[in-house]
């Protein structure tokens, strides 16, 4: 596994900086990706994990007419996606549909169900209610914080309430608490807040500058990670905010993205401008109340958390997804366009 070698690859036609897992799809470990082109017509591609597990199948091929600076799949619909676009000059965000019949289309399009229009700012991202059926989704820009109701049937997206954090601060991006609905994490230049979204009230708080990226533990409750340019990677206990419970070192370069294993509660993956992607075994730490059974663990591998460091990419690396349905299954996209996809079962103690 050292140096990726046994991943399987796919390529992109333009440059691209963001992939998802398609949680809804329980038939097939699937992804879906979008490119970056200012020049081109822009493309999404519907990928999936061959059945052997030896290749990456392109599902479906759809044309978007803007840069995908953020894509993200429905959480209970496999074919209904958001993405956050730009024109070059203006940022927009939309909720799509891929039509039923896709497979059997010449040249399938892509069927838009809304426009998140209430922003001004330039938005940064959408985050999907965090498991099962809802109508609630968030989308933040610079300075701002929407939650709306979306209705698929109706196609309309109505905004339930907003926060606005002032010109003083730029929002950067977030995560949705997957154990408590009501709580979202906002990034900004010099912090993270925690928002409460039945008042739209700020309830916790990191001082933290120069956070790149933040996952919720989902196995965990209470537990934060973050990307950092310099700091590299840090978890955090949100119940004790003032300093991080571990710090992991990251990447030789700025560590963009970082993504917590959806079943195994203290692996996790990060990436970073490094063309690196890094797979690490946190420390349990003395609270915990989820043992982590399955896992390598080792007196040596306690001091070097570091379980592999898969390095065959030619750029930088901005995309992560686990799978949920083979949470030992992830997909990286470095910026040329390249998914790979790879298991990290080496790394699961056989049971």
Partial sequence: MQGGSSGIGYGLKYQARCISDVKADTDHTSFITGTLSLKEENEVHLIRVSSGGTELICEGLFSHPNEIWDLASCPFDQRI?????????????AIWQIPELYGELNSPQLERITSLDAHVGKIKCILWWPSGRHDKLISIDEETLFLWSLDCSKKTAQVQSKESVGMLHNLSGGAWDPHDVNAVAAT???AIQVWDLRTMKKTN?????????IDYNPKKKHILVTAEDESGINIWDLRKPKVPIQELPGHTHWTWAVKC???YDRLILSAGTDSNVNLWLASPSSSDDITSEGLVDSPTRRLNPLLNSYSDYEDSVYGL????????IFASLSYDGRVVVETVKPFLSRK
């Fill in 261 to 263: 294993n959806p079943e």
């Fill in 205 to 213: 708080s990191i001082e933290r500058g120069h956070v790149r990226n």
């Fill in 81 to 93: 996606f958001s993405t956050v676009y730009s024109s070059g000059e203006s940022y927009g965000a």
């Fill in 321 to 328: 997804a686990w799978s949920i349905r083979e949470p030992w």
């Fill in 188 to 190: 900004y230049e010099s």
